[in-house]
């Protein structure tokens, strides 16, 4: 994608990176906000606040994601 000047952002969500440390630090249930939402939109305000450095056309982001992240991509 970069050699045809698409610009992308990446991230497993954190239960696959911090899965054991979130579950030892809750006391309830590790929710979609925490698993998800919040990354995405961690990384849809980077886009924003650096969209004119990185020349980014902010109205041609597409959000994908695969599995359970294919799914909550309606509600990103």
Request: proline letters at 1%.
């Amino acid at each position: 994608l970069a050699t045809n000047g698409i610009m992308t952002i990446r991230f497993d969500k954190r239960t696959k990176t911090y899965g054991k440390r979130m579950i030892q630090d809750s006391t309830s249930k590790i929710t979609l906000e925490e698993e998800y939402y919040q990354d995405a939109d961690y990384a849809i305000d980077f886009l924003k606040r650096y969209s004119n450095y990185l020349k980014v056309n902010l109205k041609g982001i597409i959000i994908l994601g695969h599995s359970q992240g294919g799914m909550v991509t309606p509600y990103i």
